[in-house]
């Protein structure tokens, strides 16, 4: 077992939050750990024990994003080069976040922005590296709410938009509706000025080879994948402020026209100032049919639950009946963070509010909750 080493960067605090208490985290050293794109390396959460009861994952945190959820990245079967890839990915999606924080800006658009870096990130399934469909086509789907007024935005089925988020948030600021799809999406973020981009931009080897070999396999057997799904991100402001991000490119060989929970609000993405914000990955179609983020916030609200007892009882005592699994980030407003989930694994990472980057990508960072 490696030795958990104290690791630090530079402290900032937001404006509104100036007196808060200092939070260290505690990381595990690992070979080939990622160096931080401008500072320092990035710190690596401690390998916990199973996590078998519904404990926050940290507090003071202003700021988490996750990059899917799914197949566990494995230490052994993980090259020093690809565990720094991931890491480096989290990470500066994290600080194009804070940036936006540090800066006195919204929830809003950190959560936007550091949804951006990964969406340009082939390594995640959003924006470039999106997988492709049954059809060898590409159609993306993100959301994003906005905590203080319930306003949220959305796009599905995309086809010419580098970075859907933002094309979400277009929605959200410029029309009276919630949700544009299809053509009509596309064609309204080209009138708000958004570069169009070509299906080939989103091309990857990697997802071209998932495809075939799910065209290759049993009809109806998922093929099984480091990061199913998603990308998302939640923040909390100097306003307290909460503010959701979700975007994806969704399932390997899905059916042509197929929206899974990414860009319903409710569904993947969820933001409340007096609950939770929440980002969700996995099996769309179960997050959906179980109203995954928002029955997160009610139980905060109408049953009393703390964000990690919600969390846990919507993702692992209640979605996994409906026979998926996957995992959700979820904070609230005075950044008590949790990110629970029933997969094998999920990639997250997360900023506190003096400064600390944490980001976990393998199993033993962060256990199933089963």
């Known amino acids: 077992m490696r030795t958990p080493a104290r690791i630090r960067t530079r402290s900032w605090l937001l404006p509104a939050l100036a007196a808060a208490t200092t939070l260290t985290v505690v990381a595990v050293a690992a070979p080939g750990d990622a160096k931080s794109p401008s500072e320092g390396s990035t710190a690596a959460a401690a390998a916990a024990a199973p996590a078998k009861k519904a404990e926050p994952d940290a507090r003071n945190v202003v700021l988490a994003v996750h990059g899917g959820a799914g197949t566990a990245l494995k230490r052994d079967e993980t090259s020093p080069e690809e565990e720094k890839a991931y890491r480096d990915g989290l990470e500066r999606a994290l600080r194009a976040g804070q940036k936006v924080l540090k800066a006195g800006g919204s ?16 390594l995640f ?21 906005r905590g203080s007024d319930l306003k949220a935005g959305a796009v599905a089925g995309v086809k010419h938009v580098r970075n859907p988020i933002t094309a979400a948030r277009l929605v959200m600021d410029e029309t009276k509706h919630v949700l544009l799809a299809g053509q009509g999406a596309d064609d309204f973020a080209l009138q708000q000025g958004l570069k169009p981009v070509t299906q080939d931009y989103y091309w990857t080897q990697r997802r071209w080879d998932e495809l075939m070999k799910a065209k290759g396999s049993d009809p109806g057997k998922p093929v099984k994948d480091a990061t199913k799904g998603t990308v998302g991100a939640v923040a909390v402001d100097g306003e307290k402020d909460l503010a959701a991000a979700t975007s994806t490119g969704g399932l390997t060989n899905k059916m042509a026209g197929r929206v899974g929970d990414s860009p319903l609000i409710g569904a993947g993405t969820y933001a409340k100032n007096s609950t939770v914000a929440a980002s969700a990955t996995g099996q769309g179609e179960v997050f959906i049919r179980g109203a995954a983020t928002a029955t997160i916030s009610d ?5 009393g639950k703390d964000v ?9 005592k209640r979605l996994p009946k409906l026979g998926g699994d996957g995992g959700v980030i979820a904070l609230d407003r005075h950044g008590t963070f949790d990110a629970p989930h029933s997969s094998e694994g999920m990639l997250t ?22």
């Open 299 to 303: 139980l905060m609200e109408f049953a």
């Open 125 to 145: 399934n959003a924006g470039k590296g999106a997988v492709f469909t049954a059809d060898a086509g590409h159609e993306l789907d993100a959301s994003l709410m």
């Open 349 to 370: 990472g997360y900023l506190t509010r003096d400064g600390e980057f944490v980001t976990r990508i393998f199993s033993d960072e962060s256990p199933p909750n089963t």
């Open 308 to 316: 990690a007892s919600a969390a846990y009882e919507v993702l692992i």
């Open 107 to 122: 929830s809003t658009k950190a959560v936007e922005k550091a949804v951006n870096v990964l969406e340009d990130d082939p």
